[in-house]
């Protein structure tokens, strides 16, 4: 695998991205833990959300720290790997080629590197499995998250439609106190038109005045009982609009916090994925390590030729390490 130099300087390239990409992924996590701490005290969420949000928090601050103990073994681990190359390179190889060594002996020196190397392959695989697990973790994490989402959403639309439905009785509400405003101003004008008439007659036949003040006190003794029953209505009319005005701004406060929050959520899922894609690289590249090393350990038992194949293998095994070791201390001194 890593023998292949155009496989070689693929893996490379994708080691040197690790600096850049733990240094985004610190960030990614930040941004989640710090947006589900604003989430956690806000007290105008449901609790139902609230609950939610405990776990996630709980959940992220126990990935975060798994993930940053993964990075401290691997920096421990690529250096060990790094350290046994090089040992090799510079002593291991040089022995073998000297004519004064018998075979004996070198299978021997052989073997105590193969035994190191078998370390080496067993903590690769280990770390390997390790991120894989923690991607898959963080993976149902984003699945959760986007069902949160999804909730946010199904709420805004049952609050939109119960908004729509208030203002549509606000607004009906609001023409039958039109239309009682307009009867009762319409009684009025009646009355002091009818008064007025009878003050007319009053000068021209007071009789005919007598008789009308007559009718005209026994007809405003039922009108004036129908005419509370009328305003009693308007005022009723009145207290449930007034009522449906107070239930639609506290739907739109609810509304509007909801919104906010799905806005929120929405706009922080893509650190999530940069955490999911980041520790799957690693977990990647550790196992294109852990097979690397297993096969030059296998080839080393085999071969008959302690010679140039070896020392190609494992000077390419070297650099790949090496590369790896670089990125990963640099992360370290920088974060430190």
Same mark, same amino acid.
């Given at each position: 695998?890593?023998?292949?130099?155009? *496989?070689?300087? @693929?893996?490379?390239?994708? &080691? /040197?991205?690790? %600096? =850049?990409?733990?240094?985004?992924?610190? #960030?990614?996590? +930040?941004?989640?833990?710090?947006?589900?701490?604003?989430?956690?005290?806000?007290?105008?969420?449901?609790?139902?959300?609230?609950?939610?949000?405990?776990?996630?928090?709980?959940?992220?601050?126990?990935?975060?720290?798994?993930?940053?103990?993964?990075?401290?073994?691997?920096?421990?681990?690529?250096?060990?790997?790094?350290?046994?190359?090089?040992?090799?390179?510079?002593?291991?190889?040089?022995?073998?080629?000297?004519?004064?060594?018998?075979?004996?002996?070198?299978?021997?020196?052989?073997?105590?590197?193969?035994?190191?190397?078998?370390?080496?392959?067993?903590?690769?695989?280990?770390?390997?499995?390790?991120?894989?697990?923690?991607?898959?973790?963080?993976?149902?994490?984003?699945?959760?998250?986007?069902? *949160?989402?999804? @909730?946010?959403?199904?709420? &805004? /639309?049952?609050? %939109? =439609?119960?908004?729509?439905?208030?203002? #549509?009785?606000? +607004?009906?509400?609001?023409?039958?106190?039109?239309?009682?405003?307009?009867?009762?101003?319409?009684?009025?004008?009646?009355?002091?038109?009818?008064?007025?008439?009878?003050?007319?007659?009053?000068?021209?036949?007071?009789?005919?005045?007598?008789?009308?003040?007559?009718?005209?006190?026994?007809?405003?003794?039922?009108?004036?009982?129908?005419?509370?029953?009328?305003?009693?209505?308007?005022?009723?009319?009145?207290?449930?609009?007034?009522?449906?005005?107070?239930?639609?701004?506290?739907?739109?406060?609810?509304?509007?916090?909801?919104?906010?929050?799905?806005?929120?959520?929405?706009?922080?899922?893509?650190?999530?994925?940069?955490?999911?894609?980041?520790?799957?690289?690693?977990?990647?590249?550790?196992?294109?390590?852990?097979?690397?090393?297993?096969?030059?350990?296998?080839?080393?038992? =085999?071969?008959?030729?302690?010679?140039?194949?070896?020392?190609?293998?494992?000077?390419?095994?070297?650099?790949?390490?090496?590369?790896?070791?670089?990125?990963?201390?640099?992360?370290?001194?920088?974060?430190?």
């Amino acid at each position: 695998m890593l023998h292949d130099k155009n *496989t070689q300087k @693929s893996i490379s390239d994708e &080691i /040197a991205k690790l %600096s =850049k990409l733990t240094l985004t992924v610190e #960030e990614s996590f +930040h941004k989640v833990e710090e947006l589900l701490l604003l989430l956690v005290s806000n007290r105008e969420y449901p609790s139902s959300f609230k609950d939610g949000f405990v776990d996630l928090s709980r959940q992220w601050s126990a990935y975060r720290k798994e993930y940053t103990q993964l990075l401290w073994e691997s920096r421990a681990v690529a250096g060990r790997a790094r350290s046994d190359a090089a040992i090799f390179h510079d002593t291991v190889i040089p022995w073998l080629q000297e004519d004064n060594v018998n075979l004996a002996e070198k299978i021997a020196g052989l073997g105590k590197y193969i035994k190191s190397l078998e370390g080496n392959v067993e903590s690769s695989k280990d770390l390997s499995q390790r991120y894989s697990n923690l991607k898959r973790n963080v993976e149902k994490f984003s699945r959760d998250w986007n069902a *949160t989402i999804e @909730s946010c959403k199904t709420q &805004i /639309a049952a609050i %939109s =439609k119960n908004v729509k439905a208030l203002d #549509e009785q606000i +607004h009906e509400l609001g023409q039958k106190i039109q239309g009682f405003i307009a009867f009762l101003m319409g009684g009025c004008a009646v009355a002091v038109g009818g008064a007025g008439a009878a003050a007319i007659l009053g000068v021209i036949c007071p009789l005919t005045c007598m008789i009308i003040w007559a009718g005209a006190a026994a007809v405003a003794a039922g009108g004036a009982i129908y005419y509370r029953h009328v305003k009693q209505q308007h005022d009723e009319l009145i207290e449930t609009r007034d009522e449906k005005l107070r239930e639609r701004k506290s739907l739109r406060k609810d509304l509007n916090t909801m919104q906010q929050l799905r806005s929120s959520l929405v706009s922080t899922a893509p650190e999530i994925q940069n955490v999911i894609d980041t520790i799957g690289t690693f977990a990647q590249v550790w196992n294109m390590i852990c097979m690397d090393a297993q096969g030059i350990k296998d080839r080393l038992e =085999k071969t008959q030729q302690l010679t140039f194949m070896a020392k190609r293998n494992l000077q390419t095994t070297a650099d790949m390490y090496q590369t790896l070791c670089s990125a990963l201390y640099q992360f370290q001194t920088t974060i430190s």
